[in-house]
Structure formats: C-alpha cells, structure tokens
C-alpha cells in the first residue's frame, strides 16, 4: 500500500485547504482511512478517521471546521480544512488500515505528509 498526500501549503488565518491522499494498492472504501497531523515539538494527533463503514469521527479540535470524505472512483480521500488557525500548523499524514485476518490482524500504511502552515 502507497498513500500519496498532496494540497498542503502555507494560509493565513482563516483561509482554507484541500488535502488528497491518493491510495495505491488499497482500497480507500474497503478499509478504515485516517488524518493525522503532528505538529514540532508534539505528539501525533487523529485529525478524522472514515471507516469502511460506520460513523466518521472527528477530533474536538476539528468538528465544525475540517470534513473527511472519498472518491471512491479516484481512490482518494480529502480533508477539507476551513477557517484555519495557527495552531493548526503541522504535518498532515492520512492512513488505511488494512485487516488481514478475521481475528483482526491488522496494518497502518502512512503517508510521507504534507506541511501545513498557517500565519496569523
């Protein structure tokens, strides 16, 4: 499994950005895909998680300002960001977990990332 990110950058406070995290040789629908962001200094943090099916989750930081959603047609999933803060500032990496078994045996593919910088 390959997860290409793209569409990070640097905003101004309150701007925007699109994320994609285009997946090659796993299916974004058929399994569990997930934002994550660390910024220096810190922890990696979930942003949003998609299962293959279920409720989608979104951090408390997130809801209200980011979406997670998929094109299924182009294999890739996105994290709209909107009404960006510094404190956003971090790299940004999506995952697909992958079971492998029916005891649920699983992996994490990740992303290289993708910077994100917000200036007040």
């Known amino acids: 499994v390959q997860l290409v990110e793209a569409g990070g950058g640097l905003v101004h406070s309150g701007g925007s950005l699109r994320l994609s995290c285009a997946a090659f040789?796993?299916?974004?629908?058929?399994?569990?895909m997930g934002w994550y962001r660390q910024a220096p200094g810190k922890e990696r943090e979930v942003v949003a998680t998609m299962p293959s099916g279920g409720t989608i989750w979104y951090a408390d930081s997130a809801k209200g300002r980011v979406t997670i959603s998929r094109d299924n047609a182009k294999n890739t999933v996105y994290l709209q960001m909107n009404d960006l803060k510094p404190e956003d500032t971090a790299v940004y990496s999506c995952?697909?977990?992958?079971?492998?078994?029916?005891?649920?045996?699983?992996?994490?593919?990740w992303g290289q990332g993708t910077q994100v910088t917000v200036a007040s």
């Open positions: 040789g796993g299916s974004v629908s058929g399994n569990a």
């Open positions: 995952s697909m977990t992958v079971v492998l078994n029916v005891e649920g045996a699983n992996f994490r593919a």
